[in-house]
């Protein structure tokens, strides 16, 4: 299979403060992983493309010292949202390209993290 | 002119009908196409995957390629209310980067 884990699943915090989420690839190494942001009833937003070892790939519009992504290990990325918002709540999912062996770009998403700036 | 377009729906069909999904790209080149099942308040779930042209089967399922159109659709049969979701069509463009470009996705609603 290709699973991938995220954590949390949901989080709350205040205004000015900063939140990582975790995305891990549980039965397969991943040398890339991708962040979307959804808002309801919207469609997926991809906004950064994570590979194993070097700098993350933003997305245009996307700040790269506002969402900080860290990729230190081929089953684990990293998403911290600096100095949150309310605007910046919602809902954050990652995706990794599947193992070798299956078919290409496949990707398989995590269940997503739900976050509420308040 | 968008990546990857898809009818918004909502699309409803009584239970036991035949869904049918449609998916227009535009980058010609384009040579890997995927859908994606998303319930509400979930993460995308990958369901099918389609690399040549035709049709390609899979349950209840059926994934249709014309690259001369740049049209790929998905056919569920015996439809179930279950299969009420979002649906997404995914397109991997030509350039050799591993990105996906999604459409907005079709709301389909199986009427009990």
């Known amino acids: 299979g290709a699973v991938v884990s995220q954590h949390p699943s949901w989080v709350i915090c205040k205004s000015g403060t900063s939140v990582k989420i975790e995305c891990r690839s549980l039965?397969?190494?991943?040398?890339?992983m991708f962040w979307y942001r959804q808002f309801p009833k919207q469609s997926l937003m991809l906004m950064a493309t994570?590979?194993?070892?070097?700098?993350?790939?933003?997305e245009q519009g996307v700040e790269k010292d506002k969402f900080l992504i860290n990729h230190a290990s081929l089953t684990l990325s990293t998403l911290t949202v600096t100095s949150a918002h309310p605007e910046d709540s919602s809902f954050y999912i990652c995706?990794?390209?599947?193992?070798?062996?299956?078919?290409?770009?496949?990707?398989?998403f995590g269940p997503g993290t739900r976050l509420t700036v308040t | 002119q968008k990546e990857v377009e898809q009818n918004s729906g909502p699309l409803s069909v009584p239970e036991g009908a035949i869904a049918s999904l449609n998916c227009t790209y535009s980058?010609?080149?384009?040579?890997?196409f995927f859908w994606y099942r998303q319930y509400s308040g979930k993460s995308p779930e990958l369901i099918m995957s389609?690399?040549?042209?035709g049709d390609k089967e899979d349950g209840r399922f059926t994934a249709q390629l014309n690259k001369a159109s740049q049209y790929v659709s998905l056919l569920i049969r015996d439809s179930q209310p279950s299969d009420s979701a979002t649906y997404l069509c995914?397109?991997?463009?030509?350039?050799?980067?591993?990105?996906?470009?999604f459409g907005t996705g079709t709301r389909l609603t199986v009427i009990p």
């Open positions: 995706s990794a390209i599947g193992p070798p062996g299956l078919s290409s770009y496949e990707q398989y």
């Open positions: 039965d397969f190494q991943a040398t890339t």
């Open positions: 994570s590979n194993e070892g070097s700098k993350a790939t933003y």
């Open positions: 980058d010609r080149g384009s040579q890997s």
């Open positions: 389609i690399y040549s042209n």
């Open positions: 995914a397109v991997n463009p030509r350039t050799g980067a591993n990105n996906l470009f």
